[in-house]
């Protein structure tokens, strides 16, 4: 009878772990300026945000000194709040200067693996301003393919951004893909029909996920523009935007952490 009981309680504990391996919890998120500007303690407030998820994009890393650091700082943060985690940072992006920036994910590392460090999208370099950062995943015998991306500004054309960027999707990925970031447009617009057509999904629709610098009455929400789509071979068991503010008399202390929200995915591999 023992050992029966002890094979039971295998099998389950098996069918646990299978489970929380196969669904995967991502988050997005534009981090203002996230670099030696950020103190120890609101790393730490962003990490007790963040612990939860399996895979997070990062979008808006300074270039120069301190960016890198804060990722590093933020990972070892994460690695002291009970799961082992790793990260990879992309290259500066091309564009001049006092724009260029870096993308980093990060991830935890028990049931995710990867083969190499991810690449900036070259290809599409001439036409996209930040080019996307790719990085693929390895999940037991699964592959998903995750693209970090920051578009240009809303008064700048982004559209043509991410009717450049859909179409390198289109013609180039075949498996499981995620395409998280901040894309400067709603995801109604137009520009993503022919994404969604090809079965493309967003993550969250018709929800600000941007912070105003004063809070208006009780809104301090301003803009849609941040997302994360996933391919037709995902399903998504839930999403949300992380509102970290909740309350106007939060809202200046929320924005030193960012003047973004984080979108959360929740998914399983079909």
Known sequence: MFQIILLLLLVLTSLQTFSQQEEINIISWNIQDFGKTKSNDELNEMAELLRDADIVAIQEVVSGFGGAQAVAKLTDILNRKGAQWDYAISNPTRIPKYVTERYAIVWK???????????????????????????????????????????????????????????????????????????????????????????????????????????????????AIDNIFYSKTIAKTKSSVIDFVRECDNLERARKLSDHLPVYLSIELK
């Open 109 to 223: 590392t028990k049931h995710i693996k990867i083969k190499n460090r991810g690449r900036l999208i070259k290809e599409l370099e001439t036409v996209v301003d930040r080019e996307p950062f790719i990085l693929d995943f390895y999940l037991k015998d699964k592959k998903l393919t995750l693209i970090n991306f920051h578009s240009r500004p809303h008064d700048k054309n982004p559209e043509a951004e991410i009717k450049a960027l859909t179409q390198y999707i289109n013609s180039k990925i075949t498996g499981p893909l995620i395409l998280a970031g901040d894309f400067n447009v709603d995801e109604a617009n137009p520009v993503f029909n022919d994404f969604k057509q090809k079965g493309y999904s967003p993550a969250v629709t018709n929800q600000k996920t941007t912070l105003k610098r004063a809070c208006d009455g009780y809104d301090y929400r301003n803009h």
